[in-house]
């Protein structure tokens, strides 16, 4: 019984963490504008972002948020290519110290992970502002850099173990 409740209760966790977005992902195929008003399927909303024309309101759509689109995924694919590199990186060299320096270096590592991810981007938002860095396109990436490196470390580890 006992068993039961618990994998009740995890399939409720999840489905409370994961309803959110599945409802989105599914109302973003709809002909309606209004969130929760399914009138039909459509990949209309998709067209217009990728073509940059609304048919049914006969305007152009904002440029910005293509730039947006692209911007995110210039942003998501360097940040995860400069995470994996300078993670594995981390790992190995971690991996080959002394056992008793590994612990509190991986205990470390583990703070960012620990840290609401809200305080790391004020904290390095104002570390860009006092170095007089101007924030952009690299800031944004450095941001995300030093958000992922450490998941990196946590996910290369076990497998050099």
Request: with cysteine; hydrophobic share 55%.
């Amino acid at each position: 019984m006992k068993k039961l409740f618990a994998r009740a209760y995890l399939v409720l966790v999840l489905l409370m963490l994961y309803a959110p977005i599945i409802l989105i992902a599914v109302f973003s195929f709809t002909e309606s504008r209004i969130l929760g008003n399914w009138t039909g399927f459509t990949l209309g909303l998709y067209d217009n972002l990728f073509s940059g024309y609304d048919l049914d309101a006969q305007v152009r759509v904002d440029p910005n948020l293509y730039r947006a689109l692209i911007y995110t995924g210039i942003i998501a694919l360097s940040a995860a290519c400069i995470a994996t590199l300078l993670g594995t990186i981390a790992a190995i060299g971690i991996f080959n110290i002394k056992q008793r320096h590994r612990r509190p270096i991986m205990f470390l590592n583990s703070v960012p992970m620990i840290n609401p991810d809200i305080i790391t981007g004020i904290s390095l938002f104002l570390l860009f502002v006092f170095l007089g860095i101007s924030r952009g396109l690299a800031t944004v990436i450095i941001a995300h850099v030093v958000f992922c490196t450490p998941y990196v470390v946590l996910s290369v580890m076990p497998r050099l173990k």
